[in-house]
């Protein structure tokens, strides 16, 4: 009635993450790094459908998603009877739980969205972490909004402060290219 030309979005995190999470059950020998990799590649895959940098049109999100699949498939014909089991789950898991939910998550040629410096496919998920005890200081229902956006604020630029020392740290601990023997060649 208020906002008609509104829509539903579903989160990517909470569709995604959230949904290997419960599959955990399901899927087999977490602790080996192949198996692992397996989950991790295909959930970074998955979640590149909305992120930012990802993918942006109708025809990329085909191109990705049928290389999943094929990848999946691939999988699927492994030797290795836990890397092929765990491949037909995930594919399950993304005809069963993800696909039939394309309308309300993928919007192609759409600016994507960061709050916070969050990176989210709903402003309210990059708020919610401001707001989640993982904050430097939490936000809570009695504040008052002034007083609520200058911890928003303060909690922005101390990860943007962390982040920049990360940065800086990461430059720092690579060697100069000047110091590698084939330098001069």
């Known amino acids: 009635e208020y906002m008609p030309n509104s829509r539903h979005q579903l989160c990517m ?3 995604v993450t959230k949904g290997l999470e419960d599959l955990t059950p399901q899927l087999s020998g977490l602790d080996r790094i192949d198996v692992t990799n397996q989950i991790a590649t295909f ?3 998955v979640l590149s459908w909305t992120g930012i940098g990802g993918v942006e049109t109708e025809t990329e999100y085909k191109l990705v998603l049928k290389e999943l699949r094929d990848w999946l498939k691939h999988w699927s014909h492994s030797q290795r009877k836990q890397v092929a089991s765990n491949s037909t789950v995930l594919d399950l898991f993304l005809t069963k739980k993800i696909l039939i939910h394309k309308s309300r998550w993928f919007f192609p040629l759409r600016k994507h969205l960061m709050t916070l410096a969050q990176r989210t496919t ?32 303060q909690q922005c630029k ?3 402060d962390q982040y920049k020392k990360k940065t800086i740290k990461t430059h720092l601990a690579r060697p100069l290219w000047s110091a590698s023997p084939t330098a001069t060649h």
């Open 122 to 153: 709903s402003a309210l998920e990059g708020v919610n972490q401001t707001i989640k005890s993982k904050s430097s200081k939490v936000v809570t229902p009695n504040m008052t909004l002034i007083e609520s956006l200058k911890t928003q604020d």
């Open 13 to 15: 995190y909470h569709l």
């Open 158 to 160: 101390l990860r943007m």
């Open 43 to 45: 959930k970074y895959t």
